[in-house]
């Protein structure tokens, strides 16, 4: 069993960045991929962003790419996500999911995932 609670989350500026972190329990959170998911209101949930259970490989949605930095620490069990260029589009409830498959098959297949946490809301004011 994993629990994930999500942290950081804010109101912030255009172009400005926030740092969201995700803790998991357990001792088998090396054994797992990470990833990051949002849903803005009145939109489904979204991939965002997932890393390997190593750290080596890391997936990111378009959207993202260049602006968003995942990133973990097996010995905190922790995994982040940097957001920097932060744009009102951003804005969303931001998830950690867990998945004990491969992470470039996160964004695809989000049925599938082990386990969410419980969110964090990011706010982007234009």
């Known amino acids: 069993q994993v629990q994930l609670v999500e942290s950081g989350g804010g109101l912030v500026q255009a172009g400005g960045s926030l740092r969201l972190s995700c803790a998991a329990s357990?001792?088998?959170?090396?054994?797992?991929?990470m990833g990051w998911f949002r849903q803005a209101p009145g939109k489904e949930r979204e991939f965002v962003a997932a890393?390997?259970?190593?750290?080596?490989?890391?997936y990111y949605a378009d959207s993202v790419k260049g602006r968003f930095t995942i990133s973990r620490d097996n010995a905190k069990n922790t995994v982040s996500l940097q957001m920097n260029s932060l744009k009102p589009e951003d804005t969303a409830v931001y998830y950690c999911?867990?998945?004990?498959?491969?992470?470039?098959?996160?964004?695809?297949?989000?049925?599938?995932?082990?386990?969410w946490g419980q969110g964090t809301q990011v706010t982007v004011s234009s």
């Open positions: 357990g001792r088998t959170f090396s054994l797992y991929a």
């Open positions: 999911a867990a998945y004990r498959g491969s992470a470039q098959d996160m964004g695809s297949m989000p049925g599938n995932l082990d386990y």
């Open positions: 890393i390997s259970w190593s750290g080596g490989s890391t």
